[in-house]
């Protein structure tokens, strides 16, 4: 690509930080400043939660998260659900590989597949956030992503306006087993969704996936809500 090309792009499209949203140049993921509050921020997490964990009574075996939900990630993390800045995501990836090779299951994991959205949503925005997640990390760890393993119904209630109790009451009406009949008996599965709060959404997937026969459940978010 000339340089003359690249500005007419940088111009026409520019790019913007996955986390805070300023122009940047068109190679990087991140302006200076917010690279220096994500950094600091993800030093931060590895010393307030384990790298590898159990939430609660739940159907995954732990979850890895690249840091904190607060902060300049959690604008990222919002950046990357409703405006398509997925810059955050490339940028978070890596130390969420990282995590998730230092836990030790990565070998265990025969696929990768992510939390589904409803087809109105998905219509809606575009995209799903798990699903980007799913395949940057799918490139990193060089595992493949299967799609359709569970699908989502429609739903007029948003899972982050409910209680802790509704929202497993929710997550277990919405969430069913997808179109996909790929057998994935006896397999492991690496589950992915941009953050986990409850753990309830995450939880009842697996268990979709566990009642088709799947043998264990890990789940990678890129934030995790810290206590």
């Not at 575009?126 to 980007?132: K, L, P, R, S, T």
């Amino acid at each position: 690509m000339n340089k003359a090309f690249s500005r007419l792009l940088s111009f026409v499209y520019p790019n913007r930080c996955g986390f805070c949203g300023a122009i940047i140049q068109h190679d990087k993921l991140v302006c200076f400043r917010c690279a220096d509050r994500v950094n600091k921020e993800i030093e931060r997490s590895r010393t307030q939660f384990p790298l590898y964990l159990s939430v609660g009574e739940v159907n995954f075996s732990g979850c890895s998260a690249a840091g904190s939900y607060d902060g300049a990630i959690r604008d990222g993390v919002l950046r990357l659900k409703y405006h398509y800045g997925d810059n955050a995501a490339k940028y978070l990836i890596p130390e969420l590989r990282d995590n998730l090779l230092r836990s030790g299951i990565v070998s265990q994991c025969d696929m990768i597949t992510f939390v589904p959205m409803t087809r109105t949503r998905k219509n809606k925005y575009g995209y799903n956030q798990a699903e980007i997640i799913a395949k940057l990390l799918s490139r990193e760890l060089g595992i493949p992503v299967v799609k359709n393993l569970i699908k989502k119904k429609h739903t007029r209630k948003a899972q982050h306006e409910q209680s802790l109790e509704q929202r497993k009451i929710l997550a277990s009406k919405v969430y069913k087993a997808g179109r996909n009949k790929k057998d994935i008996t006896g397999k492991t599965i690496l589950l992915c969704d941009d953050i986990i709060t409850s753990g309830s959404t995450l939880s009842e997937c697996a268990k979709v996936l566990k009642d088709r026969g799947v043998e264990k459940v890990y789940c990678a978010v890129l934030a995790q809500l810290a206590e």
